[in-house]
């Protein structure tokens, strides 16, 4: 069974950065998206940013030009770097990896961006 396991949040002042990134702990065929979720409290979970097996990368307006993301050659890895951090970026992270239509989900991992 395939796990994806999170790693980079923390703690980080407003206008810093954090690279995220999320780990397939098995074998993995038949992606088709790679992306990041984030669900604030009270909020629901909302796509932050998605980057499919050919490259293509989308990003949610709320992030677009301070988020990227990428994922390794092999295809069992993607990263969120993000940058110029706001508060309002506060939420838990989730990665998914879609493939063959089920959805895989990381644990999560809390971003806090605080002085």
């Known amino acids: 069974q395939v796990q994806l396991v999170e790693s980079g949040g923390g703690l980080v002042q407003p206008g810093g950065s954090l690279r995220l990134s999320c780990v397939a702990s098995?074998?993995?065929?038949?992606?088709?998206?790679m992306g990041w979720y984030r669900q604030a409290p009270g909020k629901e979970r909302e796509s932050v940013a998605n980057i499919v097996v050919n490259g293509i990368t989308n990003y949610a307006d709320s992030v677009k030009g301070r988020f990227t993301v990428t994922r390794n050659k092999i295809g069992n890895t993607v990263y969120l770097q993000m940058n110029s951090l706001k508060p309002e970026d506060t939420a838990v992270y989730y990665c998914?990896?879609?493939?063959?239509?089920?959805?895989?989900w990381g644990q999560g991992t809390q971003v806090t961006v605080s002085s």
């Open positions: 998914r990896m879609a493939a063959a239509g089920r959805n895989l």
């Open positions: 098995g074998r993995i065929s038949g992606i088709t998206v």
